[in-house]
């Protein structure tokens, strides 16, 4: 694709993100959307954290570590939201890196019941921690951001579930892309993929699997985070159901679904798995079977994923060799 092209287009997406919500006003559409995007950061921090052949089942405790730091650090620290936002972060990707160093050096099925255990082991803390964490009952009466001012010139509120939380969610949108496009650009991303395909291979030439596993881990871990914080705050209520195993598989068959070989796929898998439950409600008893159905197709005829198959029929040429 020429550069022109490349520029128009970007510019295109950018103007209709920046206009969604003027189109749809509704506030139970804008839920949905501000969904999927926490859906598209998740996914895409465990789309890069198996960049390198690894699987986290853990992704959702992270999302939950960023959740109630953040909320604990405005709440009882007295700390600005604008501060929280990426300590909350720095944490999750903190306790990923005391995590991470141990448990990437096994592979596979471990690596994976290693994430899962984690992942449970939150859950039960968040859950049985009452003082700190508000047990079952989570943590309620969140506050919004706090308003952004330039004296004189313009200031920002965060009501309730207002059109303002749907352009800070862009922003992260848009942070936690470039950040990982640069990374999969790199030769440490090139590095990365060459550990997913023959690590024995990378070793042998100089490689270093477990440093490039680890930041990836952490960088991943550090967005969920991130959507933690947002999720907070946005929500105004978090509780330890919120952040269980059933999520972090929902994001993994995000990322299987739509197809982890490239950005678009992670996209689709986060816009159909965030609208299909919605349709699905209406036939209520027969929810799980239609959901599930629709993941065993996609899973037995397009292997690569949705996007993959898309790139088949229409021949489509990717955008940059490792990213798209």
Known sequence: MSNPLKIFTSLGALAAMLMLPWVITDPRYRDLIITMGIYFILASGLRLIMSVGQVSFAQAAFWGIGAYS????????????????????????????LIGYPCLRLKGPYFFIITMSFGEVARLVFTSWIDLFGGTN??????????????????????????????????????SFFVMYRIERSHFGKACGAIREFDDLAASLGINIMRHSIILFVVGCF?????????????????????????????????????????FGIIIGAVLLTILPEFTREAKQFESIIYGAFVLVVLLFMP????????KIFRIKPLSKSYI
């Open 70 to 97: 953040s909320a604990i650090l405005v709440m009882k620290a007295g700390l600005s939201f604008w501060l929280s936002l990426p300590l909350s972060g720095i944490i999750s990707a903190f306790i990923a890196l």
């Open 138 to 175: 989570g943590i309620s009466g969140i506050p919004a951001p706090d308003p952004i001012t330039i004296s004189g010139v313009f200031s920002i509120s965060f009501p309730p579930r207002g059109v303002e939380f749907y352009y800070l969610l862009m922003l992260l949108i848009i942070v």
């Open 223 to 263: 967005f969920a985070g991130i959507a933690g914080s947002f999720y907070a705050h946005y929500m105004t209520y978090i509780g330890p159901g919120y952040f269980s195993f059933h999520e972090s598989l929902l994001f993994l068959i995000i990322a299987v679904i739509g197809g982890t070989e490239s950005i």
């Open 304 to 311: 690569s994923g949705i996007w993959g198959m898309l790139k």
